[in-house]
């Protein structure tokens, strides 16, 4: 498997720190409103890429933080009336709630900035041991960014160039720094903002330090991959690099993987121009199965503009891929019994090419276009080869194979009113017997399963009880 580097520039090859595997931290969202499509895009990429290593048989610890203190927050807050918490909170559930719609899976970790304060005071004071950190008389500390000469590499920038780039851009307020290129740690709360007690001042943490602290507490000092949207190339990932590196001696995360921008009419979607959707907004006209479509059809490091009639070809698409899907199930349910016949196999054969081809493309630094096409002709495929005289062996197998391809690019080949109720008693009876063998982690993969197909399971004393929801 490849995958392109920030850091070298190149496609790699992905070697895990430890073998079977993955280790990755992704960046996650600011809480102070609905997320637009412009955050979903990092979501659903790196959603995709974990998915395809859990199939390729790596165990992913998945790390995502929410940033839940931030001049934003506060702005919300005050304007409101509320608390910074209760305006965090209420984003974090929203948040949770269109994630469950795209089909991004929770991260095995969610830490929330606020809940780690101490370990921010610990490695900042690690790095004022070690002479990279300097408070000012007002209490602000800063990173000495001098004092790591590998400051630059990610961002591929040298030194000297952005020293006089930061001396041109630099701001009043700012003269009490060493040098222009250091940034902050810590700083001093201001009147009606949320604090902490530290060695230096009542404050709070700068951003960059949360995601080194986070990272190393759920993901250890060596990661594997670290990601985000490009815009945090530099400087919060410089930044990071510059903190983790410093303060244990050990490289920060081997692979930097960065998603190109959604674009509305060729400019960035960003909260700060005004010209977003929120993903809320497109739920209401579309299944967001449709928007996760729209998003794998680019390749994740190619700009990508939002437009209405690319949502609608990507819904016609979609629709193409659920038909299929449907007719492949109703054949498995009512095919003929039996063996599948020799012609067949001989197809099952060439069917698997298409798997194939969908694998070589996501080999190749997650080329999600050309897996969809090669589910297309997978599609294609099943549908001028099954007929009323297939076997339900055939059907079902090419079924399964679809599903297993599309549930890699977290897209639902199946829409949840076709599962039919027969298939859920034996989900539900295959679920009773693992439980029986103890294997509970099968029991709850079973009712996960159901439960991203719109059944919820409840285990009564009469026995088990489920409902679409
Ligand atoms: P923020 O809440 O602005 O810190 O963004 C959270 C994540 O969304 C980061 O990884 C950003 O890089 C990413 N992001 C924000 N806007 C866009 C956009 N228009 N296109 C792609 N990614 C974006
Ligand atoms: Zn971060």
Known sequence: MKLFNTLTRRKEEFVPIEEGKVRMYVCGPTVYNLIHIGNARPMIVFDTVRRYMEYKGYEVNFVSNFTDVDDKIIKKAIEEGISSEEVSKRYIEECRKDMAGMNVKPATTHPLATREIDGMIDMIRTLMEKGYA?????????????????????????????????????????????????????????????????????????????????????????IDIHAGGEDLVFPHHENEIAQSECCNGKQFSRYWMHNAFLNIDNRKMSKSLGNFRTVRQISEKYDLQVLRFFMLNAHYRSPLNFSADLMEASKNALERINDAAANLNDRKNTGKTGDMIETEMAQITEAKAFAAKFEEAMDDDFNTADAIAAVFELVKYANTTVSADSTAAYAGALFDMLEKLCDILGLIALKKEEMLDKEIEELIAARQEARKAKDFARADEIRDELLRK?????????????KRV
């Open 454 to 466: 719109g059944i919820e399971l409840k285990d009564t004393r009469e026995g088990v009880k489920w």
């Open 134 to 222: 300097y408070a000012a008389a007002d209490g602000t500390v800063y990173f000495r960014v001098k004092n790591f000469k590998e400051y630059g590499k990610l961002s591929h920038k040298n030194m000297e160039d952005l020293q006089s780039g930061f001396r041109a851009l630099q701001v009043s307020g700012e003269d009490q720094k060493e040098d222009p290129m250091d940034f902050v740690l810590w700083k001093p709360k201001k009147e009606g903002e949320p604090y902490w007690e530290s060695p230096w001042c009542q404050g709070r943490p700068g951003w960059h330090i949360e995601c080194s602290v986070m990272s190393k507490k759920y993901l250890g000092d060596e």
